[in-house]
């Protein structure tokens, strides 16, 4: 299922689970744990730390980070609590029990998602442009 996609398709990175598990390379803590990094990828979480922040997550979905887990931190329960318009984080159960219209839902929004921020980065591009253009005009005058 995973083989047809590549890291350069940012538009559906980490959308499944499994792509989200293989970024838990290193996690301070260990299977027991409420947030081991089954769970946390689980949630929705990919592992953005670094050795300054050994425990610092994103939500692939609403682009929250969050770090200072404990292990008895519930990772669906911590990314409601902390970004509660997640569309992902509302759904509070694991991919492998959604049915086909929750998958489809899901796959819409993140992809709206996606081309709204293109949009408003398009926005601010040509708002820079604008701005410019202006700038030269009245200095021409
Ligand atoms: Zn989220």
């Given at each position: 299922?995973?083989?047809?996609?590549?890291?350069?398709?940012?538009?559906?990175?980490?959308?499944?689970?499994?792509?989200?598990?293989?970024?838990?390379?290193?996690?301070?803590?260990?299977?027991?744990?409420?947030?081991?990094?089954?769970?946390m990828?689980?949630?929705?979480?990919?592992?953005?730390?670094?050795?300054?922040?050994?425990?610092?997550?994103?939500?692939?979905?609403?682009?929250?980070?969050?770090?200072?887990?404990?292990?008895?931190?519930?990772?669906?329960?911590?990314?409601?609590?902390?970004?509660?318009h997640?569309?992902?984080?509302?759904?509070?159960?694991?991919q492998?029990?959604?049915?086909?219209?929750q998958?489809?839902?899901?796959?819409?929004?993140?992809?709206?998602?996606?081309?709204?921020?293109q949009?408003e980065?398009?926005?601010?591009?040509?708002?820079?442009?604008?701005?410019?253009?202006?700038?030269?005009?009245?200095?021409?005058?």
């Open positions: 299922m995973m083989s047809a996609k590549t890291k350069s398709d940012s538009i559906n990175n980490y959308f499944y689970q499994e792509e989200r598990r293989a970024t838990y390379k290193k996690w301070i803590f260990n299977d027991n744990a409420l947030c081991s990094a089954d769970k990828a689980e949630a929705g979480f990919i592992f953005t730390g670094s050795l300054r922040e050994p425990d610092a997550v994103a939500c692939f979905f609403c682009h929250k980070h969050l770090d200072g887990w404990e292990a008895t931190d519930d990772p669906w329960k911590e990314h409601l609590n902390h970004s509660k997640c569309e992902f984080a509302k759904m509070q159960t694991a492998e029990n959604w049915t086909l219209e998958w489809f839902d899901l796959q819409y929004k993140y992809d709206e998602n996606a081309i709204r921020k949009c980065d398009a926005k601010e591009d040509i708002k820079k442009y604008f701005n410019k253009l202006r700038k030269s005009y009245s200095s021409a005058l």
